[in-house]
């Protein structure tokens, strides 16, 4: 866990040597339900205990906001009122969080922040989501009276992601990162927004990251043309269902999916085969954890990584590797996890396995990439809060 008192030295040190109040939120994990959220269906992520932490105080200035990034030690002053803002794609989550919130109605004025993080970047854990939402808590805070509900400023966030960093994400982090709460997940309905928190402790089984370390870049990139591949069957069935109203695939059915195949094309078709199965198997994951059976939640978990990889194809050499080391060692469930293009697969695996799997996995991957993968055991926590 990061410390306040260092970020606060950090924040001292870079600016007038005066105190601000301190905001952390965290990145996140998610069960099942993968690239279904700007689908309108149903995820199932929860906060962990590594994420962003924020000091930060009005300066005084109509405008002008001095930020500094602690672990990169990079320092960017710039204007809210530049229409450009600033080029550091670090900075850029600040400006756009800021005007954001400004249309919001929180009145936004110039301010100081230093911010460090321990989400590992680039492992698919939302250390973005962490950072939009910890900025728009800490504005809230600052110069909102708290009036923005948490679901605005999530909906902050993403629109940060959409309007000012390239990515077409959906609403699953930024929500896991606001309304995260210790010891359960949540099972978001992302088209009606409802939620419901599942205390997750699953007796025998424990959850772990395997992060392979290697990065994405997500913006102007594939995961944009998922999401348009899916709309565009979307668009082919409303046209062949003029009665109906077809927003999203979840709106969709496996019939009608048949009904377009050919003239999607066999690109399309597979990604919103991949979306429709796993429609399914968050349902079916919620259900194998009311009834406590954790085989089938493992077994439908690999059948995900099947469709990200064949179907979605967002995963990778080295993440169909663990996926595979994970099966040999006999572990429950198994599968890439985030946007995919690298990052982790999260394993749910038996206490009596933990062990061997993790030996296993380490050696393999090495032998065959040069580099052991890095282990986060998951440690379900608290969503965006204020410190100090
Ligand atoms: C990224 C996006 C999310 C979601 C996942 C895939 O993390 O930010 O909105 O689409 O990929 O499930």
Request: hydrophobic share 35%.
């Amino acid at each position: 866990m990061m410390d306040i008192e260092f970020v606060r030295s950090r924040f001292i040190k870079h600016f007038d040597g005066k105190t601000g109040n301190v905001y952390t939120s965290p990145g996140r994990i998610n069960l099942i339900g993968e690239h279904t959220d700007y689908n309108g269906g149903f995820v199932f992520p929860g906060a962990v205990d590594k994420g962003i932490m924020a000091e930060m105080r009005a300066n005084g200035t109509e405008d002008t906001v001095m930020a500094y990034a602690i672990d990169l030690k990079d320092r960017v002053d710039f204007k809210l009122s530049d229409p450009n803002g600033p080029r550091a794609s670090w900075a850029r989550y600040i400006y756009g969080i800021s005007l954001e919130m400004k249309k919001l109605g929180v009145p936004v004025k110039g301010y100081n922040i230093a911010f460090a993080g321990d989400v590992p970047l680039g492992a698919g854990m939302s250390s973005s989501a962490a950072m939009e939402s910890c900025f728009a808590f800490g504005l809230n805070d600052i110069f909102g009276d708290n009036k923005v509900s948490q679901w605005d400023m999530a909906l902050a966030g993403q629109a940060t992601e959409h309007n000012y960093c390239g990515v077409n994400c959906g609403i699953m982090d930024q929500f896991a990162s606001v309304f995260g709460k210790a010891g359960c997940l949540m099972r978001l309905d992302c088209r009606s927004r409802e939620f419901e928190y599942f205390p997750f402790k699953p007796d025998g089984y424990r959850l772990v990251l395997l992060d392979s370390v290697v990065k994405h870049q997500l913006a102007g990139s594939p995961y944009n043309d998922r999401r348009n591949s899916c709309e565009n069957v979307v668009r082919h069935i409303q046209a062949k269902h003029p009665e109906g109203k077809y927003e999203t695939l979840r709106d969709c059915t496996w019939e009608q999916l048949e009904e377009v195949k050919e003239e999607v094309g066999a690109e399309d078709y597979k990604r919103a085969k991949f979306v429709l199965g796993e429609k399914d198997r968050v349902l079916g994951v919620c259900e194998a954890l009311t009834e406590g059976d954790y085989e089938k939640v493992g077994e439908l978990m690999y059948k995900t990584h099947e469709g990200l990889s064949k179907d979605y194809e967002v995963s990778c050499e080295e993440l169909d590797f663990l996926n595979d080391v994970a099966k040999e060692n006999g572990v429950t469930g198994s599968r890439i996890m985030g946007g995919g293009f690298g990052g982790c697969t999260i394993n749910l695996v038996r206490n009596d396995l933990y062990r061997k799997f993790i030996e296993d996995a380490k050696k393999k991957f090495n032998e065959k990439y040069g580099h052991e993968p890095k282990v986060y055991d998951v440690v379900i926590s608290d969503g965006s809060r204020k410190l100090c």
